[in-house]
């Protein structure tokens, strides 16, 4: 196994890659780390070849700590320095990223990051793709070498990518608990060349010999949030008991290769060929596991290995949902269920235009609906109507020449529409689908295959010559509310 991978061509890191989110952790309740202190404990982890360290904006002091250790380090220009931006839902303009990426680069004391990535937490927003779109302009002025993405689902990566975003990496959950990763993300990493960052791979402390054999924790007896986080994962996948036979699996194959669950366990994802390296997390000052990391990197599983474990998790249940679904929608498999320990609200996408006490309407703000007079939707009582929407934004098109790219864009307007007038997308009962060349019907037809999955309303698909070039879908909706009119 190559024991470097290339992110981009500029951007060559160790396959495992050191995470420092445990920093913030460690200074809870106010207690500050000293940060020239704590940044040598960073020096063994380089001497040793991991040289490459993940950071974000809430992860306490850890961006301080990191550019200490890269800035005082006779090889500082081997040091990788990788770290996030989770800004909250709602409009962003560029000042604000421009903001938000110089408060990283102060911080680390530092002009240019080396992967600045992003997260958001509502993609019926188009606020996400401005980010990013952002975050571009500022790689071109050099303040970020490299633009990623952090727990970004399938269909998203793929709209940002068909938009000209270059996105060389997306951060997710990703374990031999969790294979998400190898469903829809791995379509759309094969063929834009986007390579995962995985974390998780030790589902927070649970793939390791401490819990071979043990009875079942309660949520309430679990100590930490990474702990409270992954037994909702181990509960998704089929509960403690399968999950002990995964563990037996694990420990046979570690005591083949004389290491532990945990190493085979991270070692395992590296088998997905989408995963440049994985992330494992440090208490820095306290237990390094240097040696336990090197020894990953240098095992070799073979035929009858592999296909140990994957007998193993082939008894468990899939995690649900794609890729970061675990932050957009229930079940929330986060620390408390839900997003309250992340976000107080999430605010609507449009504000509705009250014209009567019986009608509501809303508007996207395209050229499109002032120049031909309509709203982007209406609702009459209890009904709403979604008008015909295409991949607009402003005055761009989204997505591209990839026609699910732009599918599942005009899918988040309808939603966006919707909730913004009280409804759910689960409230549509017809879909009307229009497409520009027939060629584009299948993969047109999956984006709303999977967008309204189980909703399954009634839908009529054909081909139309649409107005506008560059435009390949059109869709429009109805929904019925289950609720007293307005």
Not at 221 to 228: E, F, G
Not at 417 to 425: H, N, V, Y
């Amino acid at each position: 196994m190559n024991k470097i991978a290339f992110l981009s061509t500029s951007l060559p890191i160790p396959r495992l890659i050191i995470g420092l989110w445990q920093i913030a952790d460690m200074e809870k309740d106010n207690e500050q780390l000293d940060h020239v202190k704590t940044a040598k404990y960073m020096d063994a982890y380089v001497a040793a070849g991991f040289t490459a360290f993940d950071m974000a904006d809430h992860y306490g002091s850890s961006e301080i700590i990191a550019g200490e250790c890269k800035n005082n380090h006779p090889d500082k220009n081997s040091i990788r320095l990788f770290t996030k931006w989770v800004p909250k839902p709602g409009p962003i303009d560029k000042n604000e990223v421009r903001k938000a990426v110089q408060h990283a680069l102060n911080r680390m004391q530092q002009t240019s990051i080396d992967l600045m990535q992003f997260h958001a937490w509502h993609y019926t927003d188009p606020s996400w793709l401005d980010a990013l779109t952002f975050l571009k302009e500022l790689k071109e002025e050099g303040l970020t070498h490299n633009i990623g993405v952090t727990n970004f689902d399938a269909h998203h990566l793929r709209i940002a990518l068909a938009h000209g975003i270059p996105i060389v990496s997306n951060q997710i959950s990703h374990s031999v608990i969790d294979r998400r990763a190898l469903g829809p993300m791995k379509a759309v990493c094969d063929q834009y060349g986007v390579q995962l960052l995985a974390y998780g791979t030790l589902a927070g402390g649970f793939l390791s010999n401490r819990w071979l054999g043990k009875e079942e924790p309660s949520l309430e007896a679990l100590q930490t949030w990474s702990q409270m986080k992954y037994k909702r994962f181990i509960d998704a996948a089929g509960g403690w008991a399968v999950f002990q036979q995964l563990l037996i699996a694990l420990e046979q194959t570690a005591t083949k290769h004389g290491t532990s669950i945990a190493n085979i366990a991270s070692r395992h994802v590296l088998e997905n060929n989408n995963v440049a390296a994985v992330i494992i997390g440090a208490r820095l000052g306290e237990n390094a596991h240097i040696k336990e990391h090197q020894t990953l990197l240098n095992i070799d599983l073979d035929a009858n290995d592999v296909t140990l474990i994957e007998d193993a998790i082939s008894q468990l249940s899939p995690v649900p949902g794609n890729c970061g679904d675990e932050y957009q929608k229930p079940p929330f498999l986060t620390a408390s269920g839900d997003l309250s320990h992340h976000l107080e609200t999430i605010p609507a996408v449009y504000t509705p235009k009250v014209i009567s006490d019986q009608r509501k309407q809303v508007y996207s703000d395209t050229v499109w609906e002032e120049f031909a007079g309509y709203s982007r939707a209406v609702r009459k009582g209890n009904r709403i109507f979604v008008s015909g929407t295409t991949a607009t934004h402003g005055n761009l098109i989204v997505g591209g020449s990839d026609a699910a790219a732009q599918a599942h864009f005009v899918i988040d307007k309808i939603e966006a529409a919707i909730e913004s007038l009280g409804g759910r997308l689960n409230d549509v009962v017809r879909t009307r689908i229009f497409v520009n060349d027939i060629k584009d019907w299948e993969p047109v037809a999956r984006a709303h295959g999977y967008r309204f999955k189980t909703i399954d309303p009634a839908n009529t698909l054909v081909q139309a010559k649409l107005v506008g070039e560059g435009y390949l879908v059109e869709i429009e909706a109805e929904a019925v509310l289950d609720e007293k009119p307005i």
